[in-house]
């Protein structure tokens, strides 16, 4: 069965490093999530990503977020200068045209900012 | 603002039993629901959906009811087994054309399936 797939699993970075997470969404689907998930709290939505932009993001996702599809596989979630409150799981997700509504999640990057 | 929550943050059931999971929502344009399972250190994973034009929808062992007039989803999961012992999430979308909005998520509500 198709999965979302992310890299890396875990990452540590000091503050103020950038950081780049990846995601290969499952062949053949046209939309494009990030989420977050703070430690205990729910699951938040960052960014929206179809036809090669923004569709739509969130309050969370600020100047220092930044997304991009380099090729016809990767999805990427780059953080600039991390901050301490960045440190979560970041989940991928996809969605296809035919799939309706359904967003599919990867595993997740856990991310702690030191 | 508007957001989707859930009543309780931790369910214990024994093994065998049925769970019944429930979430609030306030956003009354919202008009398709989902319901995702999430494992330690795991992604969330598909449950089962719900488009507001119905009131009903049933899948493995699983049954989504939506009661749009109090606003409110349930999850009922038949025989729970171990392997049902996960955090669970309800999330709701607007999507007029199908587009690309973000989910937004309920806090969750643990499930423990009791030996």
């Known amino acids: 069965e198709p999965e979302v797939t992310q890299t890396p699993s875990h990452q540590v970075t000091q503050m103020g490093q950038e950081v780049i997470l990846r995601c290969v969404p499952i062949?053949?689907?046209?939309?494009f999530y990030w989420y977050r998930q703070i430690l205990g709290q729910k699951v938040e939505f960052l960014v929206s990503?179809?036809?090669?932009?923004?569709?739509?993001k969130s309050e969370i996702f600020d100047d220092q977020f930044s997304v991009e599809r380099p090729d016809g596989s990767n999805f990427t979630l780059k953080i600039r200068s991390t901050k301490l409150e960045d440190s979560a799981m970041y989940f991928c997700?996809?969605?296809?045209?035919?799939?309706?509504?359904?967003?599919?999640f990867g595993p997740g990057t856990r991310l702690l900012v030191l | 603002g508007e957001s989707v929550g859930l009543h309780l943050p931790t369910l214990s059931v024994q093994e065998g039993d049925n769970s019944i999971i429930n979430c609030a929502y306030s956003?009354?344009?919202?008009?398709?629901f989902i319901w995702y399972k999430q494992e330690s250190g795991k992604g969330p994973q598909f449950i089962i959906d719900i488009r507001s034009n119905m009131d009903k929808r049933q899948g493995q062992r699983v049954t989504v009811l939506l009661n749009k007039t109090v606003k409110h989803l349930s999850l009922q999961i038949a025989a729970t087994q171990p392997g049902d012992s996960a955090v669970y999430f309800c999330?709701?979308?607007?999507?007029?054309?199908?587009?690309?909005?973000?989910?937004?998520f309920g806090k969750g509500t643990h499930l423990i399936i009791q030996p």
């Open positions: 990503f179809y036809n090669n932009e923004i569709s739509e």
């Open positions: 956003n009354s344009a919202s008009d398709y």
């Open positions: 062949s053949n689907h046209l939309y």
């Open positions: 997700a996809s969605k296809g045209l035919l799939s309706q509504e359904t967003q599919y």
């Open positions: 999330a709701e979308n607007i999507s007029p054309g199908g587009g690309a909005d973000g989910l937004t």
